[in-house]
């Protein structure tokens, strides 16, 4: 099991920009997809962002492709998401996940997760 800490939260103005980061306990943690998702007020929790062990491969989901970047220090146990042109339809928790398997991340399913950090977006 993977222990997570998420971390740059706050509040911006549209059109701004927030790095969150996500610090992760372990030897194993170069072992482990990663991924970013969000819950809005009233909501359910959505996929943003997944990156695979190496960072070799990410994904997206559409509405934040051209605007977020997904990547990790594998070194450093840690995963990004660095949002710019933020929207205040972003604004939600966001939550830091890691699963061995990329594909449970990509679908929603991944293991374990974070507390979550708040992310406002006022316009």
């Known amino acids: 099991q993977v222990q997570l800490v998420e971390s740059g939260g706050g509040r911006v103005q549209a059109g701004g920009s927030l790095r969150l980061s996500c610090a992760a306990s372990?030897?194993?943690?170069?072992?482990?997809?990663m991924g970013w998702f969000r819950q809005a007020p009233g909501k359910e929790r959505e996929f943003v962002a997944g990156i695979s062990w190496n960072g070799g491969n990410t994904y997206y989901q559409d509405s934040v492709k051209g605007r977020f970047t997904i990547s990790r220090d594998n070194a450093k146990n840690t995963v990004y998401l660095q949002m710019n042109s933020l929207k205040p339809e972003d604004t939600a928790v966001y939550y830091c996940?890691?699963?061995?398997?990329?594909?449970?991340?990509?679908?929603?399913?991944?293991?374990?997760w974070g507390q979550g950090t708040q992310v406002t977006v006022s316009s």
């Open positions: 996940a890691a699963d061995r398997s990329v594909r449970k991340v990509v679908d929603g399913s991944p293991r374990d």
């Open positions: 372990g030897r194993t943690f170069s072992t482990y997809a």
